[in-house]
């Protein structure tokens, strides 16, 4: 109840593309939903997030769609750069952004020039 | 630039030695969480405090424990360290009052 399911695990794209990755949870007790950007040698970065009281959440290139009845949200990278090459983790969490984080995967996604 | 920063960046430790992982955080920063992290996998959560006292704890036995600081800094360490040890520890703080956990680049320990 606690894990939190992200697909795909890998993904390449070509530059000006459209990058999707998705998450999916259980526990509806989760009220806070980041997406974060990891470098190699890096920590995460925090992205965008988003909490259950909004269906689609916009900062720059970057868009959370979140379908409550479904469980399930999304990360969209529009015009993909080959400087979003990245490793991208979607995380769960009660308590708002403050509380214990439960991450995905993670999704290594590749921009091709 | 995050504002947390870790210590050492790097570390080798042999089976059954004890290690003090360090992190520094901005001031007023009253939340601190640590991650373990393994290679390839998303990371894990160890335990949080909050205002010198441990806030919420996950899945890992007490030879792993924690510090917080009056001075925002707050330390992670693993006693009789074992192989499957080895990984990538994140700290990551927050000034609390809704405002988002920002991750360090973490230290990361191998295990030989």
């Known amino acids: 109840q606690q894990q939190v399911k992200q697909s795909p695990q890998s993904l390449i794209v070509q530059k000006g593309g459209i990058s999707i990755i998705n998450c999916a949870y259980e526990?509806?007790?989760?009220?806070?939903f980041p997406w974060y950007q990891q470098f190699p040698g890096k920590g995460p970065a925090l992205l965008i997030a988003?909490?259950?009281?909004?269906s689609e959440k916009k900062e720059g290139r970057f868009t959370i769609s979140f379908n409550k009845s479904a469980k399930q949200f999304s990360l969209h990278i529009m015009d993909s750069q080959p400087g979003d090459s990245a490793t991208y983790f979607c995380?769960?969490?009660?308590?708002?952004?403050?509380?214990?984080?439960?991450f995905g995967q993670g999704t290594t996604l590749q921009v091709k020039p | 630039e995050t504002g947390v920063t870790q210590s050492p960046t790097h570390l080798i430790k042999t089976r059954g030695q004890q290690v003090t992982l360090r992190c520094s955080s901005q001031?007023?920063?009253?939340?601190v969480s640590w991650y373990q992290q393994a290679l390839g996998q998303g990371p894990q959560f160890i335990f949080q405090?909050?205002?010198?006292?441990?806030?919420g704890r996950g899945n890992f036995p007490p030879r792993f424990s924690g510090l917080q600081f009056p001075n925002y800094s707050s330390e992670l360490n693993v006693n009789a360290l074992e192989l499957d040890d080895s990984a990538l520890y994140l700290c990551?703080?927050?000034?609390?009052?809704?405002?988002?956990?920002?991750f360090g680049d973490g230290t990361r320990l191998s295990i030989l």
């Open positions: 990551a703080s927050s000034p609390g009052e809704d405002q988002p956990q920002h």
């Open positions: 526990n509806t007790a989760f009220d806070y």
């Open positions: 988003i909490r259950p009281d909004v």
């Open positions: 995380a769960a969490s009660i308590g708002g952004n403050t509380g214990k984080l439960i």
């Open positions: 001031s007023g920063h009253n939340t």
């Open positions: 405090y909050y205002r010198e006292e441990e806030n």
